[in-house]
């Protein structure tokens, strides 16, 4: 049976600040998508949230960049915004680049990340979702889950992993995208991976049967704003067992919290935190950066799920390690490498700031 998974966030409104989203919203959220499951557009559904961002993870056969399916979303984050703007909640709509539904969703705020497959005898899927974080925050993850044998032993020793991943890469900042061969490309690959602010992991594929293996909601959100208007807070869905790394080498990258940029304003960096849903709102310096990771088994396009797959002790030294270098990294203030670099603030509100100082400035 093909079906397509859907996954599209958007912040529509805070609950307090940045940190979370109102359980009103939410309720109303699933109101909508069950307006959408009985008229039979979607096959099933669950409704989340990660920090401030509204999550809909929805199952149908209408194939990817769907417009009834991104139509469905549209309207249900529109909803969610009367709510947030009824309650006042923080930044209602903030991530709603657009007043009427643009035609592609993906262009106008919220991330999207959808494939539509074959479903397996067994179709075990990860959803993974973050908060105070940019697209490019999944390309270490992603490198070692599917690139690197230290992480996940099955490119080893599983005979059907054995050909590699193709990683579809995005530029986000020179609306290009390139392809590479892993492993036998990986360096080449990393010169781009490892500049996380500017390329991101799209898609990848499986060498030998071609099947899509992982995508990631990367986009130009901030470019189409053309000004700060938050995060693009990103979604990333992975197939897992069978011809893909197991659940537990999906995961495991977790284990490591990466430095990423996202933190407070969108102007610093900081660790990315492991944590199960019911922690996913960050409140220190509006952060630390969270990623939770949803685990589902399709069963005929039904999400039996979810299994909150952070929700694990053995996260604990992780999440433990991310405390102590928020601690670190706060201690250096307004500088870097805690705040970006110029470069990369250049999409945040910094920029008033130096127009106004500009005329102050004399020749050496
Ligand atoms: P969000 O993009 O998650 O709303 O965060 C904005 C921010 O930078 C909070 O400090
Ligand atoms: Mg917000």
Known sequence: ????????????????????????????????????????????????????????????????????????????????????????????????????FPGNIQEMGPGVAEMEIVERQSETVLVFMANKAYSGAWNLPLYKMFADPFNTSGLVIAHNMHCGFAFEIYDIKGGRKITFNAPEEIYDMLVYLGATNRYSVKAIYHRDTDEIAAISSAQKLSMVAGRYIGLNDPVLITRAQGTF???????????????????????????????????????????????????????????????????DPAFDQARHQANMIAEYMRSHGPFEPHRLTLDEMAYTTLPEVLKRLEERFTDL
Request: charged share 20%; glycine share 10%; hydrophobic share 40%.
């Open 1 to 100: 049976m093909r079906v397509t998974l859907s996954v599209i966030k958007a912040d529509v409104g805070g609950w307090v600040g940045h940190s979370s989203c109102h359980p009103s919203v939410i309720d109303r959220a699933r109101e909508c998508l069950d307006g959408g499951r009985e008229s039979r557009l979607l096959i099933d559904y669950h409704v989340t949230s990660c920090g401030d961002d509204l999550a809909l993870i929805m199952t149908h056969d209408q194939g990817v960049e769907s417009d009834r399916i991104h139509k469905l979303a549209w309207d249900t984050f529109q909803e969610g915004t009367a709510i947030a703007r009824k309650l006042k909640l923080h930044g209602a709509g903030q991530d709603l680049v657009a007043d009427t």
């Open 245 to 311: 790394p197991a659940v537990g080498e999906l995961l495991e990258p977790f284990a490591m919290p990466q430095l990423v940029e996202g933190w407070m304003r969108g102007s610093h960096n900081g660790p990315m935190m492991p944590c199960a849903q019911a922690q996913a709102n960050p409140t220190r310096f509006d952060g630390p950066t969270r990623v939770t990771a949803y685990g589902f088994q399709l069963a005929n396009g039904l999400l039996i799920g979810p299994r909150d797959m952070f929700d």
